[in-house]
C-alpha cells in the first residue's frame, strides 16, 4: 500500500533562510513524488516532481527537492525563504508500477510560516 | 498553467437543498478527481473517472454523486445538502500517459 508521510504540521523560518519541508513516503514500486503548494482558499498548485533520473529535482518559485531512495525521502528545499511563500505544502505519490488506474496519495500538509 | 475551473467557487446554502458544483477542463484529459479538503486541510478522494461514462467511489465515503457524459465535465452533486457536507470540494485532472495532476481553484461549500 502507498503511502505518504510529512511528520511536521508546521515549519517556522526567518525571511533569507533556508527551508526544508520533509517528506516520506513508502510503495511497492517506483515512486512518482510530488510537491503542491495551496495559497488561503485556492487550490493546489503543481510545484515539482521526480518521475525518473536526477535526484535533485527543480520547480517553480525557486524551490527543489531531493529524491533520497534508501532513506525512502523527498524533500522539499528553497535556499532563501520569502514570506510570499508561507503556504499549505503537500507532498503526494503514486506508484509508478501500478499503471494509469493507480491513485495519487497525499500527506497530510506541513504549514509554512515565514516571518519577515 | 492549467486550464481547469470550478463554480461557484463560494456557496452557502440551507439544509436539505439539492447542490451540484461543477467542474470543468479544457485540456483533453481523461482522468478526473474530487477531492474533499477537512478544516485539518487533509485532502480526501471521493470520487474519479478515467473517462467518459466512467465513474468510480474514492477512498472517502461520500454522499456525492458524480457523472462524466463529456470528457470536459465532471459535476458532483448532494442530492440534499447537510452541516456535514460544509468542506472545500476541490476537482483535478491528468492528460492520458501524462504523471501530473493539475488542480481548480476549488468550492467552498457551507451548508447552514
Known amino acids: 500500500a502507498q503511502s505518504v508521510a510529512q511528520p511536521e504540521d508546521q515549519v517556522n523560518v526567518a525571511e533569507g533562510n533556508p527551508l526544508t519541508v520533509k517528506c516520506t513516503y513508502s510503495v511497492s514500486g517506483n515512486p512518482y513524488l510530488f510537491w503542491y503548494v495551496q495559497y488561503p482558499n485556492r487550490g493546489l498548485q503543481f510545484l515539482l516532481k521526480y518521475i525518473t533520473g536526477d535526484n535533485l529535482v527543480k520547480g517553480s518559485y525557486g524551490f527543489e527537492a531531493e529524491f533520497n531512495k534508501s532513506q525512502t525521502s523527498f524533500h522539499l528545499k528553497k535556499p532563501s525563504a520569502l514570506v510570499s511563500d508561507s503556504a499549505l505544502y503537500f507532498c503526494a505519490v503514486r506508484d509508478g508500477n501500478g499503471g494509469a488506474t493507480n491513485k495519487l496519495i497525499f500527506g497530510t500538509g506541513t504549514l509554512l510560516a515565514v516571518q519577515p | 498553467e492549467a486550464d481547469i475551473y470550478q463554480t461557484p467557487r463560494y456557496l452557502v446554502i440551507g439544509t436539505g437543498k439539492k447542490i451540484t458544483l461543477e467542474c470543468s477542463q479544457t485540456?483533453?484529459?481523461?482522468?478526473m478527481y474530487w477531492y474533499q479538503q477537512d478544516p485539518g486541510m487533509e485532502l480526501h478522494l471521493i470520487h474519479y473517472s478515467y473517462g467518459v461514462n466512467s465513474t468510480e467511489k474514492g477512498d472517502l465515503s461520500s454522499e456525492s454523486t458524480v457523472s462524466r457524459i463529456r470528457t470536459e465535465h465532471f459535476p458532483l452533486t448532494l442530492e440534499s445538502a447537510r452541516p456535514s457536507h460544509t468542506s472545500q470540494y476541490l476537482c483535478?485532472?491528468?492528460?492520458?500517459?501524462?504523471?501530473?495532476?493539475?488542480f481548480g481553484p476549488g468550492t467552498r461549500l457551507t451548508v447552514l
Open positions: 483535478a485532472s491528468r492528460g492520458l500517459g501524462a504523471d501530473t495532476q493539475y
Open positions: 485540456m483533453g484529459h481523461d482522468k
